[in-house]
């Protein structure tokens, strides 16, 4: 894992060295504490912006974490309720900041759960992305590579399994502080958007030249300016040598562009992984192969952030990207 800081200049520490990092998340209230999973080696917390880290996860029974996501079910919690997704797929949650874990085994009982399979490696699968719904308490949806993105009302308690018309294969999903009810899902099948915390979907892809999704990033300020990145298929989206990845930009009920003005071309590109943060209007961060790059114009155009990189530094992409202000 590395951390990029900026004081006078930017500088770059490494942590977790030794361990594949998969996914990150930041605690909403309190930007200092931030998770990590790991291929391998569980769940750690940091509880200082990431300059030191701490295994946690006791109960949690399978030490490739595949998601991680922070939600807030009542004003008054001390902590946030954390989720971490495994593979195999499987969910679990804790109240305690990752002292104590309970698994939410419904998830397993759903009618879909027998059809779910990653396709690279059909004999098992993952939960892929978790959001914490960021406008209702104890709401949250849950992403299976591949096979469903599936809902609990109750933090787990009870789930609701995939429906006709939504997304099979999400990578990525968002919700937004000013849309209430309505998530964005970036997955493999295309772009979708609900309306209604998932009950139905639409998938509004005028514009959009290439079907295979891996991130989405919504401008803090506006619900309805949404970036992606988009890539011909699985091939050429993760690895340097064969990628060809691009961003795109919609606004509205406008059709989608593509937004690459300051960003790499696409050819030899990785998927870009995106972040923002809410005191930041307007600012979209993207990360790549090629580098970290800010939009300060919700994903019109981009900026490289002057960081030099230790080696091999991003040159096989980027997993996860969060913010972390301080």
């Known amino acids: 894992m590395l951390i990029a800081r900026q004081r006078s200049r930017w500088a770059v520490d490494e942590h977790l060295r030794g361990r594949s990092s998969e996914c990150v998340a930041v605690d909403p209230r309190d930007s200092a504490r931030a998770y990590c999973g790991t291929a391998g080696a569980g769940l750690f917390r940091s509880g200082d912006s990431g300059r030191n880290w701490e295994a946690v996860g006791p109960g949690i029974d399978h030490p490739t974490i595949t998601a991680v996501a922070v939600g807030y079910a009542d004003a008054a919690d001390a902590f946030g309720t954390v989720y971490a997704g495994t593979e195999p797929s499987a969910v679990y949650r804790s109240e305690t900041g990752g002292q104590s ?40 949806f849950v992403a299976i590579e591949a096979g469903a993105l599936v809902r ?66 919504v401008d803090p300020a506006d619900p309805d300016t949404v970036v992606v990145s988009a890539t011909g298929g699985p091939g050429t989206a993760y690895r340097a040598q064969w990628a060809e990845a691009y961003v795109y930009r919609r606004a509205g009920l406008e059709r989608w562009e593509q937004a690459m003005r300051g960003l790499p071309e696409a050819k030899g590109t990785t998927a870009s ?22 939009s300060d114009d919700a994903g019109r155009s981009w900026k490289a952030l002057d960081i030099s990189w230790p080696q091999p530094g991003l040159a096989e992409g980027i997993e996860a990207l969060a913010c972390l202000p301080e």
Do not use: K, M, Q
């Open 273 to 294: 992984r995106f972040a923002t943060h809410p005191s930041e209007s307007g600012v979209i961060y993207a990360a790549n192969n090629r580098g970290l790059f800010r």
């Open 101 to 140: 874990w309970v698994d939410l085994a419904g998830l397993r009982a759903l009618p879909s759960a027998v059809t779910w399979s990653f396709p690279p490696r059909p004999g098992t699968h993952h939960v892929r992305w978790i959001e914490a719904d960021v406008t209702v308490a104890d709401r949250v």
């Open 152 to 217: 609990t009302f109750d933090c787990g308690r009870t789930w609701h399994d995939r429906v006709r018309g939504g997304p099979y294969d999400t990578h990525t999903a968002a919700t937004h502080p000013l849309a209430p009810g309505r998530i964005y899902s970036a997955a493999g099948d295309g772009y979708f958007e609900s309306s209604d915390a998932g009950e139905s979907w639409r998938s509004p892809e005028n514009g959009l030249r290439h079907g295979y999704l891996v991130a989405v990033a």
